[in-house]
């Protein structure tokens, strides 16, 4: 399994980017697909994930602003931020393993493939 992620850069208070992550070597439906993110000196954060069963969950503090989505199954899966503030800045990485669902979803511990992450810098 090999997560690739891609869609980061610079930005700047109020813009939008979109993370893309790229899932290979997934061979079934039933896997959960989640970006996380650690900001500088801090832990991982889960942001956003499609669970195994397809439901979408969020971090309380993002909901509104950010948007998970994906696109042929979950061979690829995005993540759309808006309204983006200097408190977003920070590596974001996507994740994926079979059969994690419900609130689970958003903790790094279910995870046991890793793409390299993407850093995201937002200047205010």
């Known amino acids: 399994v090999q997560l690739v992620e891609s869609g980061g850069g610079s930005a700047e208070s109020g813009d939008s980017l979109r993370l893309s992550c790229a899932v290979f070597?997934?061979?079934?439906?039933?896997?959960?697909v989640a970006w996380f993110r650690q900001a500088p000196g801090k832990g991982l954060e889960g942001v956003a994930c499609i669970d195994s069963q397809g439901e979408k969950r969020y971090a309380d503090s993002l909901k509104g602003r950010f948007a998970i989505s994906q696109e042929n199954g979950k061979a690829r899966v995005y993540l759309q931020m808006n309204s983006l503030k200097p408190d977003d800045t920070g590596v974001y990485y996507c994740?994926?393993?079979?059969?994690?669902?419900?609130?689970?979803?958003?903790?790094?511990?279910?995870?046991?493939?890793w793409g390299r992450g993407t850093q995201v810098t937002v200047s205010s």
């Open positions: 994740a994926t393993d079979p059969w994690v669902a419900g609130i689970k979803c958003l903790g790094a511990n279910g995870y046991g493939h």
């Open positions: 070597g997934i061979l079934n439906d039933f896997y959960a």
